[in-house]
């Protein structure tokens, strides 16, 4: 009777995982058609508004300036927060410490990660190339993407292949090193605020485009996360048919959702944990 009881329960929990999954999944859906709109929209708008000249090479530095500078600042701004809130969460991913589920759906969200990465890169190229070319006009603005192309290869690393748990624990000389270039990536934007915002009065158009750019790029994330959600609801919808078709016993539920189950925590854009460890060396 016991196991009856406790058989059910499960079942009912995997309903209700069942029924969270479905409208996280919606949820997504949507936004995703919501990202597609601004996709056309800002194609749209950027055709119309294409200036009688075509731009030359000042403008596409400026441009380059303008959209690095705000990619810049949120991956700092992200970055921040998970160290703040974020380190267990942080730490698992670093190691890949997935199960099969979790493995599956974070793998759209490591493509899109490597495609953000890999464009960010070539933007800061181009933008250094056109420097060379312009006799190094605004160059102080370089200095600040040395900090962040180190946040960049640690996080490229990550994607790439994991780390071992036991490399976490960084040496006194790491953790200088990463506290050194973490406070040169939060100064070093302050310090050229004033030039950006210079730019963005003397060319609105050009920072405009830059934004829409801008939002393009963060939002292939959040449309390689309907492909994650897509594959959490079908484990889970799987699991609740197979319980019911195939009358599987309650051992092998538990197996299956100690050993495979997940609601895609580490999917959320917020997410507080409590799993903060003082050894934890995450870059």
Request: hydrophobic fraction near 45%; charged fraction near 20%; aromatic fraction near 16%.
């Amino acid at each position: 009777m016991q196991n009856e009881n406790e058989k059910k329960f499960l079942i009912e929990f995997i309903k209700e995982s069942k029924i969270a999954s479905f409208n996280k999944m919606n949820n997504a859906t949507y936004k995703f058609g919501t990202l597609l709109a601004f996709f056309i929209g800002s194609i749209v708008y950027t055709v119309n508004n294409l200036p009688q000249t075509p731009p030359d090479l000042n403008d596409y530095y400026v441009a380059s300036i303008l959209t690095n500078y705000f990619i810049g600042t949120v991956i700092i701004v992200s970055h921040i927060f998970n160290i703040c809130f974020r380190r267990g969460q942080t730490r698992q991913n670093a190691i890949k410490n997935w199960n099969k589920l979790e493995s599956a759906y974070m793998k759209p969200v490591e493509i899109a990660g490597m495609i953000q990465v890999v464009i960010f890169i070539l933007l800061v190229i181009v933008m250094t190339v056109l420097c060379f070319r312009l006799k190094f006009h605004y160059w102080e603005i370089l200095i600040q993407y040395i900090p962040i192309f180190y946040l960049s290869f640690f996080m490229l690393r990550n994607l790439a292949k994991g780390i071992n748990e036991d490399k976490l624990r960084q040496k006194p000389t790491q953790v200088t090193i990463s506290l050194l270039m973490l406070l040169l990536s939060i100064v070093l934007p302050f310090y050229n605020l004033p030039t950006i915002i210079k730019l963005i009065f003397q060319h609105k158009l050009i920072a405009l485009y830059s934004l829409y750019f801008v939002g393009c790029y963060w939002a292939i994330l959040f449309i390689f996360k309907v492909f994650a959600y897509r594959i959490i609801y079908t484990w889970v919808e799987d699991l609740y048919n197979e319980i019911h078709l195939n009358n599987i016993e309650l051992d092998e539920i538990k197996a299956k959702l100690k050993l495979e189950f997940s609601s895609g925590r580490n999917l959320e854009t917020m997410i507080y944990t409590s799993k903060f460890e003082e050894d934890d060396g995450i870059t």
